[in-house]
Nanobody, 118 residues
Framework: QVQLVESGGGLVQPGGSLRLSCAAS????????MGWYRQAPGNQRELVAT???????GYADSVKGRFTISKHNANNTMYLQMNNLKPEDTAVYYC????????????WGQGTQVTVSS
C-alpha cells in the first residue's frame, strides 16, 4: 500500500507563493495519474490540477496561469507550485494517486493547510 504525504502548506500573504510536495512511499510510476484536490470549509471538494503518467498536466480554470503541477518519478514526488495566491485559494490541499487496473482506486494523502491572508 503506497502512502502519500503532503508538505509545504502554510500561511502566505496574497500575491505570495508556496510549493506543495506529495511524497510517495513507493513508486509513483505505477500511477496512471496524480493530482491535487482542495476543500475549504463549507465548500465542496474541488479538483485543482492533475498530471498523467506521461506528464500531461490539467488545471481548473480558477488556477490556470498561477499553479503548475509537476512530478519527479525518480524521487517519487509530485509538486504543486502555487504563485499569485489569492484568499480564495485558502483550503486544505490533498494529493492523490490513481491506480487503474482490474479495479480503479485512489491513494490519498492526509492533507496540508494553505491559508492566504494579509
Amino acid at each position: 500500500q503506497v502512502q502519500l504525504v503532503e508538505s509545504g502548506g502554510g500561511l502566505v500573504q496574497p500575491g505570495g507563493s508556496l510549493r506543495l510536495s506529495c511524497a510517495a512511499s513507493g513508486s509513483i510510476f505505477t500511477f496512471s495519474a496524480m493530482g491535487w484536490y482542495r476543500q475549504a470549509p463549507g465548500n465542496q471538494r474541488e479538483l485543482v490540477a492533475t498530471i498523467t503518467h506521461y506528464g500531461t498536466p490539467g488545471y481548473a480554470d480558477s488556477v490556470k496561469g498561477r499553479f503548475t503541477i509537476s512530478k519527479h518519478n525518480a524521487n517519487n514526488t509530485m509538486y504543486l507550485q502555487m504563485n499569485n495566491l489569492k484568499p480564495e485559494d485558502t483550503a486544505v490541499y490533498y494529493c492523490f494517486g490513481r491506480v487503474v487496473g482490474v479495479t480503479t482506486y485512489d491513494h490519498w494523502g492526509q492533507g496540508t493547510q494553505v491559508t492566504v491572508s494579509s
